[in-house]
Each structure stands twice: as C-alpha cells, then as structure tokens.
C-alpha cells in the first residue's frame, strides 16, 4: 500500500489540500496562514483512508476557527 501524503494545492485562503492516496480533501477558512496550515494538517492526520472510494471520497473540511 503506498504512503500517504498530502498536497497543498492552494496555499491561499482557503488553504486547500488533498491525500495522494485516497483523494480526500481538507480545506480551512482560517485568516491567518498558520492556522490554516495547522488545522488542514491535524485533519489530515485524523483521517482514514479508504482508497477504494476513488474521487467518491469527500474527505473532510475544517469550518473556520474550528476543529
């Protein structure tokens, strides 16, 4: 099974990234661009993934200011 990695694809505001593995998208709201960085991290960190699911996986997003 491959690693998991994950891809910024937009480091602006909404910072947006994916899993390499299972295309599950995490994005953040946050204004300031640590927060944003660090809130997408711990979302990826948190997830689990199901590489069967394809583009089918919506992953999970991060409302703003939240956890």
């Known amino acids: 099974m491959p690693k998991r990695n994950l891809h910024i694809v937009n480091p602006n505001n909404p ?21 944003a960085q660090k809130q997408v991290v711990a979302a990826f960190d948190d997830h689990k993934c199901y590489p069967d699911a394809g583009q089918n996986n919506p992953g999970l997003k991060v409302p703003e200011g939240g956890s």
């Open 15 to 35: 910072l947006f990234g994916i899993c390499e593995r299972c295309n599950a998208r995490f994005t953040s709201f946050a204004y300031n661009e640590q927060e």
